[in-house]
């Protein structure tokens, strides 16, 4: 790859900001490993490689016109054209120099057996569920079977139903790019998932694991029916167990057949029906899982192998199902005959004829309205899923392809039911209740099936405004739909890390338009979602380190020890204008249509740099007015030492930033492992700021917020803050009602509705 980006890095070289160069699963993996988690070690071809591999054979063109006007809908067609795609890019010629370099990590590494598994750059993203929908090879062993299974990769990025997905989430093909993890193999003994919260009812107080015997792939596809063991995250107590039973588990080949490196083998009667995994390995399971959701602050679906009684992690991603602000259900009494039970996977309750389909190749025959019963859903199935009302299915646990998928798509699903499709019988009516996992015959009556799925609550008046933090298009409309005043901080982040290349590579390509189509693109998703609610969208505020990922960013970003305290936010600037103008073109472009979108200026050390950066706004036609406010972050020290200085500059708000400003007050690393108990946002020091920072603010006119996690995690600090006089809090979407409760109650404490 000569002196261009990076085609190889090795896990700690990555963190989970890095996935636009390591792919979803391959900065998972890196921040991991960074965060001392026992993964099994491995390196990533980078997405900088298969971009290059593209350019290079000359195929993306053919590629295109392939699926250029494309429908998707039509399964068979979809099925044709992927076969094509899949077959130009296995066709092509890797360059010599990667095959290569690849075959000189994989020695390095030391040889052996390893997973070569697939990583999506619009992978793993907290509302995304791409993850699946690309080849992983197991026990891939040889330099140059490396080289093929890393090629295969590629070309299983236009597997149909990836094709699918990415039409229906409006990603461009060819801009989603992929990076490949190789990874040293586990050879699983026991295996499978934990979800960090109870993913049926998304109750965020439990951990829910699942485990089989053999490698993983049979429990993650649904093939079989796992364990499922219930553990209270408090006091990481076990509360349930379900012992499925396992007649057969997948095993690695030893005969060194290279078609069928892993082989199905049966299980004695005695081993089918015993537990999976011991009661010791449950809990240190469930530690390791509080301790990733801890490190991504978001709850998370894990795989996780035992091999010679110690537990490796594999990979890790954002639960993608979880329904923000779901009530309480309502399950109408249904007295209609019970035909199946199951495991209930996706909550609801939906009538409809049955259509079975054994294989993925028969799924056209599904129709809208249909409910869908087969084996067990492969990612082959989304397209007939999402025409399908309900799913059953015969085999997996709750955290199958089939209950991730069902709740995704928000439709009820009942799994491992075992018989489903031998018993039921095509056009037969059935009601699905996914929150019992019962099936019963015939149509629930219409008045027992349209009763309400919650009760909906009244809404709370609140002096203090709830705005919510986002980050992610796809999230946009369904939080909006929440009882919430407005988004208080809008992350550049992903609409930036879905561009994909660093602004001022794209300004040298004369290409500095499409950079602002796209930013501005996805800036209206929000601002359409929640107008005339204000939209506070806070300017990227990419580190060197995130910059240098982009396309292109290695030629424009220096390499900094410490990029948490290096070139971003306002120094940034008014030090590269064009690309900061870039930014603004777009937020002026959105706002010809959408005028609820606002300004918040991350990172600002210094008054002048304030002053500076206000300068170049009003030069570029961006000047506070009765619809436009521009608020300034409150995350440095110097913010609340000089408060009334850079209040005096004239800005309408601020908006308190408490991860960077309790990281600095204290001299923490936020994401240090072994200072973490000292990092708290309750700190008396942290405290004295905080109370400067909303009082003075006050003293002066000018409103004040808060939009770190504080708030999310600790109500106390919130109740302090509404008592100060803060304006609105902003918090993630799954705390909206209880802050909004929270404030109530600290409100009419301080009659402050009088």
């Not at 990667?98 to 793993?124: C, F, H, N, P, W």
């Not at 085999?395 to 491992?416: D, F, M, Q």
């Not at 405004?465 to 901080?489: K, Q, S, T």
């Not at 400067?692 to 919130?718: D, F, H, N, W």
């Amino acid at each position: 790859m000569g002196e261009g980006p990076k085609a190889i890095v090795w896990f700690k070289e990555v963190t989970k900001k890095d996935i636009p160069l390591a792919g979803g699963k391959g900065a998972n993996l890196g921040e991991m490993t960074n965060a001392k988690i026992p993964v099994p070690p491995g390196f990533i071809v980078t997405a900088n490689a298969y971009y290059d591999f593209l350019q290079r054979s000359k195929i993306a063109n053919k590629i295109g016109k392939l699926l250029e006007s494309l429908d998707i809908d039509d399964s068979k067609r979809l099925q044709q054209v992927a076969n094509k795609v899949k077959d130009i890019i296995l066709n092509a010629t890797m360059p010599p120099e990667l095959a290569k370099e690849i075959q000189e990590a994989y020695i390095k590494m030391g040889r052996g057996l390893v997973a070569v598994r697939s990583s999506s750059t619009a992978e793993d993203l907290p509302t995304a569920s791409f993850a699946g929908q690309q080849t992983t090879s197991l026990n891939v062993q040889g330099e140059k079977k490396v080289t093929a299974a890393v090629q295969e990769c590629w070309a299983s990025l236009f597997g149909p139903r990836a094709i699918f997905y990415r039409e229906q989430q409006g990603f461009d093909h060819l801009e989603v790019g992929i990076a490949v993890p190789v990874q040293r193999m586990v050879q699983s003994e026991t295996s499978g998932v934990m979800f960090t919260l109870e993913p049926v009812s998304n109750d965020t107080s439990k951990i829910a694991i699942e485990a089989g015997f053999g490698l993983g792939e049979a429990i993650v596809s649904g093939y079989v029916t796992p364990d499922t063991y219930i553990v209270d995250k408090d006091g990481l107590r076990i509360t349930s167990k379900q012992i499925g039973k396992q007649e057969w588990q997948i095993i690695r080949n030893t005969t060194g057949d290279d078609k069928q490196p892993n082989i199905k083998v049966s299980l004695p009667p005695a081993l089918q029906t015993q537990q999976k995994l011991a009661d010791d390995d449950i809990i240190a399971l469930a530690k390791l899982g509080k301790y990733i959701e801890d490190l991504y602050q978001f709850p998370q679906d894990i795989e996780w192998a035992k091999e010679d009684k110690k537990i490796f992690i594999v990979q890790t991603r954002p639960v993608t199902t979880i329904k923000e602000g779901a009530a309480v259900e309502v399950t109408p009494e249904i007295t209609a005959p019970v035909l199946l039970s199951g495991a209930p996977a996706s909550p609801g309750i939906a009538s409809g004829p049955v259509r079975i389909v054994l294989e993925a190749s028969l799924i056209d025959k599904v129709k809208t309205g249909d409910i869908l019963v087969t084996k067990m859903t492969t990612p082959d199935f989304v397209p007939a899923m999402k025409r399908a009302v309900a799913i059953v299915t015969d085999r997996g646990g709750r955290t199958a392809h089939a209950a991730i998928i069902s709740r995704e798509l928000g439709i009820p699903c009942v799994v491992g039911t075992e018989q489903a499709t031998s018993s039921l019988k095509n056009r037969q009516v059935i009601t699905v209740d996914g929150s019992t996992g019962k099936v019963y015959e015939g149509k629930v009556a219409e008045e027992k099936a349209a009763l309400p799925a919650a009760i909906p609550k009244k809404k709370i008046k609140t002096k203090t405004r709830v705005y919510v933090n986002l980050a992610e298009p796809e999230a946009a409309d369904r939080v909006a739909a929440r009882d919430v005043d407005g988004v208080g901080l809008l992350r550049a982040e992903f609409i930036i890390a879905g561009i994909g290349e660093h602004p001022n590579y794209m300004i040298s390509q004369n290409r500095g338009q499409e950079f602002v189509d796209k930013l501005a693109k996805g800036l209206t998703i929000f601002a359409k979602a929640f107008t005339p609610r204000p939209v506070v969208y806070r300017t990227n505020d990419f580190k060197t380190n995130e910059y240098r990922a982009l396309k292109g960013g290695e030629q424009y970003e220096a390499v900094e020890e410490n990029p948490m305290l290096g070139y971003r936010g306002a120094s940034r600037y008014i030090t590269d204008i064009e690309v900061f103008k870039l930014e603004l073109e777009a937020i002026k472009k959105v706002r010809q249509k959408y005028p609820n979108l606002w300004v918040m200026i991350p990172f600002v050390r210094t008054v002048d740099e304030l002053a500076r950066t206000v300068k170049i706004m009003e030069s570029e036609g961006l000047k506070r007015a009765k619809d436009f406010k521009l608020w300034m972050m409150a995350e440095v020290p110097s913010n609340f030492i000089l408060l009334e200085k850079f209040l005096e500059v004239g800005i309408d708000g601020i908006s308190i930033g408490s991860n960077d400003l309790t990281q600095l007050i204290l001299g923490i690393d936020r994401d240090s492992e072994k200072l973490a108990d000292t990092f708290d946002e309750r700190n008396e020091a942290v405290m004295i700021a905080l109370e400067r920072l909303v009082k003075v603010s006050k003293s002066m006119g000018v409103t004040s917020s808060i939009c770190g996690q504080a708030p999310s995690v600790y109500p106390e600090l919130t109740e302090k803050l509404v008592g100060w006089g803060i304006t609105s809090v902003s918090v993630s979407p799954d705390m909206i009602d209880q802050t909004r409760e929270i404030i109530a109650k600290v409100e009419e404490k301080l009659k402050l509705n009088d």
